[in-house]
């Protein structure tokens, strides 16, 4: 083969590849790879701070990267909604650096979604304001009054209510996560029934461990298609201290590929301090779930 044939035939192999690179669906396959980390956060009303945007100075204190921010409380009219509230989340995030890691409707706990109406318009709005504020993820608790075990006709409703407004949240590229005491199987009836990849399980592994869950089968089994955002939780002790191994989850999360938020809940041992607390929790997690991992 001739030089100049060599040059034709180098020419002909980069046209083809450049054509290439414009058709395939692998193109982002040859670009730096995104970095994918573990991230940590609180939820506001664990470190003292709930619905006010004070829990973002609290948490860069702490040292942590974000908050779990909850929309509101009745008393407030799930305040989040209005705009000038999430102005000043914004500003806190602007001044501390701390992100706003994801939202949460705790209020459903005591005005349950599986009957009362007032949630639907709450969880409903909820969608705008994660888009308004470039969250993904919402916390749906069904915990206390909003209990789901045992509760069929429960449980039929609010798989309706979540299939009326999974589109709207499927559009706006956002998740609607469940928190509550079921199982995994539980859980994944809700979601195949709904029919929608905006319903995923929000996974706290103390709840899930304290009501006998196999939490470790239960991650690797939802998988990162069905999990959203993780709890990192004790009741009454420090993480490390509890019922929950954090290096087995931490292998369940490796093989699930999950990387990405987890928010500590509780975790505060009997007359121990808040903010001693959650530095140590955090010191504890980082050792398992460094931000490069």
């Not at 940590?40 to 204190?61: F, H, L, N, Q, R």
């Amino acid at each position: 083969m001739n030089s100049t044939s060599l040059r034709l035939t180098r020419r002909e192999l980069l046209t083809r590849a450049a054509a290439l690179a414009v058709a395939s669906p692998l193109v982002p396959l040859f670009a730096a790879p995104e970095k994918r980390q573990f991230k940590i956060g609180a939820c506001d009303w664990s470190i003292g701070k709930m619905g006010t945007p004070e829990a973002m100075t609290v948490a860069k204190e702490i040292g942590l990267d974000g908050v779990q921010v909850s929309l509101g409380s009745l008393a407030n009219n799930m305040h989040l909604r209005q705009p000038e509230v999430q102005r000043q989340y914004k500003d806190a995030v602007k001044a501390t650096g701390v992100e706003i890691a994801s939202l949460a409707i705790g209020e459903m706990n005591s005005i349950p979604y599986k009957s009362d109406p007032r949630p639907i318009e709450w969880v409903n709005d909820s969608v705008d304001v994660m888009k308004a504020l470039g969250v993904k993820v919402v916390l749906l608790a069904f915990f206390s009054k909003g209990d789901l075990r045992d509760d069929k006709p429960g449980t039929d409703e609010v798989v309706k209510r979540l299939k009326a407004v999974a589109t709207k949240a499927e559009k706006a590229g956002v998740i609607l996560g469940i928190e509550s005491w079921l199982s995994a199987e539980a859980h994944m009836d809700i979601i195949q029934r709904v029919g929608s990849p905006a319903v995923q399980v929000y996974y706290d592994v103390c709840n899930s461990i304290d009501r006998g869950y196999d939490i470790y089968k239960e991650i690797r089994w939802l998988g990162t298609k069905h999990i959203c955002e993780f709890h990192a939780k004790e009741n009454g002790a420090l993480l490390g201290q509890g019922k929950v191994d954090f290096q087995k989850v931490r292998n369940a999360m490796d093989d699930i590929g999950y990387r990405g938020w987890m928010q500590i809940e509780g975790a505060v041992p009997k007359g121990g301090k808040m903010m001693d607390s959650y530095k140590a929790n955090l010191r504890f997690l980082r050792g398992i779930f460094p931000k490069e991992a």
